[in-house]
């Protein structure tokens, strides 16, 4: 597989469930990123990991809990979710210039997201 | 923090006109990336920009980074049904930083 893959591609859970959403790239990519997109609103940038390392968490709630075992694979562990938090999932993931990526690597790869419905 | 004003919000045009979007920012930044997202998928690149001035062209759009770093633009020649989506403008302050802000998106519909 190639690209960035995020699985599973619809979720519905209750408020009391337990369940994680997994996002894996195949790019040889060293940043990945959670955003969250919202009907009608921007699209909120979530986490950012760089070398596995989380070097950014925008505020969001702890029912939202990464994981980045290593520089291809990102979890986004759920657990008593609300209604609002009802969104698609997207995950990214790029390569940091500043460690030998060319202006042509640049950008952002988007998976084609998971869109989540809390009941 | 950094934000992105990206107009119109939403168009309806006829099939084969051209369309144009801008995207302003409050600071400069310099790289301009534009992405395009479909129903039930990600957004995708289309074009990327890093150079103040820089016309660039995929197929019939065409991207410019605007002279003073804190606009762009995205026009598409002739649209056709399938470029109906959202179009997202993005934009970075320094290469390398890979953080990423995005514009609020101009929802593109044709109207057959």
């Known amino acids: 597989e190639t690209g960035v893959t995020q699985t599973p591609r619809h979720l519905v859970m209750g408020m009391t469930n337990k369940k994680s959403l997994k996002c894996e790239q195949h790019l040889g990519h060293n940043a990945m990123y959670w955003y969250k997109q919202s009907a009608k609103k921007p699209l909120e940038l979530m986490f950012v990991y760089n070398f596995k390392e989380q070097t950014e968490n925008n505020s969001v709630p702890s029912r939202f809990s990464p994981e980045c075992p290593n520089s291809s694979h990102l979890f986004l562990h759920l657990h008593t979710l609300q209604p609002e938090d009802s969104a698609l999932y997207l995950c990214a993931s790029s390569q940091d210039g500043r460690t030998g990526g060319s202006r042509n690597d640049y950008g952002y790869t988007f998976g084609s997201g998971t869109r989540l419905t809390v009941v | 923090g950094q934000q992105l004003n990206q107009s119109p919000q939403s168009m309806f045009i006829q099939e084969g006109e051209d369309v144009s979007m801008n995207c302003t920012s409050s600071?400069?930044?310099?790289?301009w990336l534009w992405y395009k997202q479909e129903p039930g998928e990600g957004p995708v690149l289309l074009i990327a920009l890093y150079k103040a001035g820089e016309l660039t062209s995929n197929g019939r759009l065409t991207a410019q980074f605007g002279i003073t770093r804190k606009d762009s633009f995205l026009n598409i020649s002739a649209s056709i049904p399938s470029d109906v989506g959202i179009y997202f403008c993005?934009?970075?302050?320094?290469?390398?930083?890979?953080?990423?802000?995005f514009g609020t998106g101009t929802r593109l519909t044709i109207i057959p």
């Open positions: 600071s400069i930044f310099n790289t």
């Open positions: 993005a934009g970075a302050s320094n290469f390398g930083n890979e953080k990423l802000t």
